[in-house]
């Protein structure tokens, strides 16, 4: 079957552009909240200045579950355009073969994508908490040392020119065909699918989405660029260009953070 990526990849629903915006939303106010529950630094002691100041103050529960509400909002937001199209082709293949519970397995698909991108935020939180507690983030939740930035971009760079991020990202541009000759039967099958696609999803841009961790998850210029990289990378025409020339600006990036 010859499908072209034009007609696979219709404009996304309105929920889809809705659900969009919520998740951004939720991602600012769970930040704006985790901010505001940290306690005030300490005074700076004139007399000593070259004295580090104490660690911080281990997190708690509620700070947690903010910190996790963040990344999982944040990442369900960066990674929804991924999963337009998919729900979309999921739709019409349950239609054309007028499969039971044909209504429900879109949304059994985007349910296995979200408890997927949801076990990776979780992880990220982890990640976040360890460098918390080690006193590893300034206030703006970036982590200090340039150096680690500048190795996560270097990474985040030189994988844009692998056939494997390629190859995931064609995936996700026109996953009708491998959607169409991997579907199984089951009320449950569109939901490991679901599962499967968001895994292959993650292939493609798991350290792209690692760099808000590096950079601070308030940092508004970092995740636009995330969010735009991954919108054009989706969107236009031709990927390969936008992801090459992404995967160089980060290598030249994180090597002037690496050698200043």
């Known amino acids: ?9 219709p404009g996304p629903p309105l929920a889809m552009a809705l659900a969009w915006a919520a998740l951004l939303a939720c991602a600012c106010w769970a930040w ?17 200045p070259a004295v580090a100041g104490p660690p911080p103050a281990p997190l708690r529960a509620g700070q947690l579950v903010l910190v996790f509400a963040m990344w999982t909002a ?3 937001a960066l990674l929804l355009p991924a999963a337009a199209v998919a729900v979309a082709a999921v ?5 054309r073969r007028s499969l039971a519970g044909a209504r429900l397995a879109p949304w059994l698909f985007a349910l296995g994508c979200l408890l997927a991108w949801t076990g990776f935020a ?3 939180t982890l990640l976040f908490w360890t460098l918390h507690d080690a006193g590893m983030l300034d206030a703006t939740l970036a982590v200090r040392h340039p150096a680690a930035s500048g190795l996560v971009l270097v990474a985040a760079g030189a994988w844009q020119w692998t056939s494997s991020k390629h190859a995931c990202l064609q995936y996700c541009r026109a996953p009708f065909p491998a959607l169409l000759s991997g579907w199984s ?6 939901l490991w699918q679901g599962a499967e696609h968001a895994r292959t999803v993650l292939g493609c841009y ?3 989405v690692l760099l808000p961790l590096t950079g601070g998850p ?12 991954l919108l054009a990378e989706l969107r236009l025409r031709d990927a390969t260009l936008p992801a090459c020339l992404a995967g160089l600006g980060m290598v030249a990036w994180g090597t002037r953070l690496l050698f200043p």
Do not use: H, T
């Open 1 to 9: 079957m010859n499908v072209s990526v034009v007609d696979e990849r």
């Open 32 to 48: 704006l909240a985790f901010q505001g529950m940290q306690a005030p630094p300490a005074p700076v002691q004139l007399s000593s």
């Open 74 to 76: 944040l990442y369900v």
């Open 91 to 95: 739709s019409r293949i349950a239609g």
């Open 122 to 124: 979780a992880i990220v």
């Open 185 to 190: 039967k089951g009320r449950l099958a569109a």
């Open 206 to 208: 798991w350290l792209i």
């Open 218 to 229: 308030g940092n508004p210029g970092m995740v636009a660029a995330v969010g735009l990289l």
